[in-house]
């Protein structure tokens, strides 16, 4: 079992299901709604932990019951929280729309007290994140407090993984503290300017993340699957229909950065980190739908 360290924030996700988004000033009927955990840095320790490795999570919580939810919902999967809780502030909340017909989605986030995370935070847990096998960080909280976890790792000799979600402009030299850096195709053209349709223009983008000084760029493209610097695209999988995708992506770094702590090699990894999707986008929701590791497998040994 290997030990990832994750720095990022939970938000509760209030989920909208309808057939179609409502036009501005307009009122529709939806079809369904859901109240459950999410967050990136959240989803992404759940998957982490079901799929087995020993998962920590850095963020900061209100003194709320969304920040109750949060402590339940780690500790059901097994991840151990290292948070601050904010009496002053909230536990952040999503609007999360998911169109019926596709389970495509659209998502709005305002973090609350993990607003509040800084770069002394990161740095009064050095020795946690130095303690670590990977640390994994994405851009919910401040970006000051996600290139400290990355430096703070690098010094240590930990490695980086950085989701760069959602999309925003870098410090100069952030991406050359990163091992690993996993955009989705709307991501990965806010960092390079590629716009990435094909498995060429993928690897277009990823040699440009490697100019950028990143050692391993991997491009996550929703169904076509996974591109690895080096390799190629990997192939998509699924267990089954799909229901809904809005935490594929989380599902697959949180699987990809377990397998690199129990000391795959990054194909392996990044296969694990695409059975890990593939199951979650068969079921509701973010957290809930993160997969045992069992399951996973069950998938590779299918699939692969």
């Known amino acids: 079992m290997g030990k990832v360290v994750i720095l990022g924030v939970f938000v509760a996700d209030t989920s909208y299901r309808a057939d179609r988004m409502p036009r501005m000033g307009e009122t529709i009927l939806g079809n369904s709604f859901a109240l459950g955990p999410g967050g990136k840095g959240s989803n992404q320790a759940v998957a982490c932990a079901r799929v087995g490795a020993e998962t920590h999570m850095i963020s900061k919580l209100g003194q709320d019951d969304f920040g109750k939810l949060a402590l339940e919902t780690w500790a059901e999967a097994g991840v151990t929280p290292h948070v601050d809780e904010v009496a002053d502030s909230y536990t952040g909340a999503a609007y999360i729309f998911v169109e019926e017909a596709t389970g495509d989605n659209a998502i709005i986030i305002a973090p609350g007290a993990a607003a509040l995370i800084e ?27 996600a290139l400290c976890g990355l430096k703070v790792a690098r010094e240590a000799g930990v490695t980086t993984i950085l989701n760069p979600a959602p999309a925003a402009e870098l410090p100069e030299g952030m991406l050359a503290l990163c091992d690993y850096v996993t955009p989705n195709e709307t991501e990965c053209e806010a960092l390079t300017g590629v716009k990435v349709e094909s498995e060429a223009d993928a690897a277009r983008a990823a040699e440009a993340l490697g100019a950028l000084g990143v050692k391993t760029p991997i491009i996550t493209m929703g169904a076509r699957g996974v591109y690895l610097y080096g390799h190629g695209l990997v192939p998509a999988m699924t267990a089954g229909e799909v229901v809904e995708t809005t935490g594929a992506g989380d ?26 999707a593939g199951v979650s986008v068969t079921r509701a929701g973010t957290a809930p739908s993160m997969p045992t590791r069992a399951e996973v497998d069950a998938l590779l040994a299918a699939q692969t």
């Not at 740095?123 to 640390?135: K, N, Q, Y």
């Open 119 to 145: 770069p002394a935070d990161i740095e009064a847990r050095a020795d946690l994140i130095g303690s670590g096998d990977v640390f994994v960080t994405q851009l919910e909280q401040p970006m000051p407090a």
């Open 251 to 276: 599902a697959f770094n949180g699987g990809f950065a377990a397998a690199l702590a129990e000391g795959c090699d990054a194909l392996r990894a990044v296969q694990i980190g695409c059975a890990t």
